[in-house]
């Protein structure tokens, strides 16, 4: 019997190398979607913090932060892009929307509210209020590890 020169990957190489990449996508890929949803959790507290600047710049200029000076209500005068993020969707994907809410006289507070993709961020809901009091709606998850 002559022995032949082999060439080639036999079926258990094969399987070997499936099963490891396999192996190894299990662990990428839910870090990879941790990680992008944190980044995007990131982006909207800076435009969460960006609006309350605009709220306290607007408050600078009328006394209040609900209307102006002629008794128009600040929601109209919010810009755009400032009511989602990222500020740049303007028609793509969104990820979170802002809204202004409890807003009287002396008070206000801005939730960034998850949605598309983001929908199932554990953070849930991130508040911010005319005090500089940082909140959230969801468990398992502290305010510090959320902000």
């Known amino acids: 019997m002559s022995k032949r020169n082999?060439?080639?990957?036999?079926?258990?190489?094969?399987l070997t190398v499936v099963v490891?990449?396999?192996?190894?996508?299990?662990?990428?890929i839910p870090s990879y979607q941790d990680s992008v949803r944190k980044a995007r959790r990131a982006d909207s507290q800076a435009v969460v913090l960006e609006l309350a600047q605009w709220m306290e710049r607007f408050y600078t200029e009328n006394g209040r932060y609900d209307q102006d000076r002629n008794g128009n209500a600040v929601?109209?005068?919010?810009?755009?892009?400032?009511?989602?993020?990222?500020?740049?969707?303007?028609?793509?994907?969104?990820?979170?929307g802002l809204v202004v809410g409890n807003l009287t006289e002396r008070t206000f507070t801005i939730?960034?509210?998850?949605?598309?993709?983001?929908?199932?961020?554990?953070?849930g809901n991130l508040t911010f209020d005319q005090a500089g009091t940082k909140g959230m709606s969801g468990t398992g998850l502290t305010v510090a590890q959320c902000w």
């Open 6 to 14: 082999q060439s080639g990957m036999s079926l258990i190489e094969l």
């Open 75 to 96: 929601g109209p005068q919010i810009p755009a892009i400032l009511q989602q993020s990222p500020k740049d969707a303007g028609g793509g994907v969104q990820h979170y």
């Open 20 to 28: 490891i990449i396999g192996i190894l996508g299990a662990i990428v």
């Open 111 to 123: 939730t960034a509210t998850p949605v598309g993709d983001q929908a199932g961020e554990r953070c």
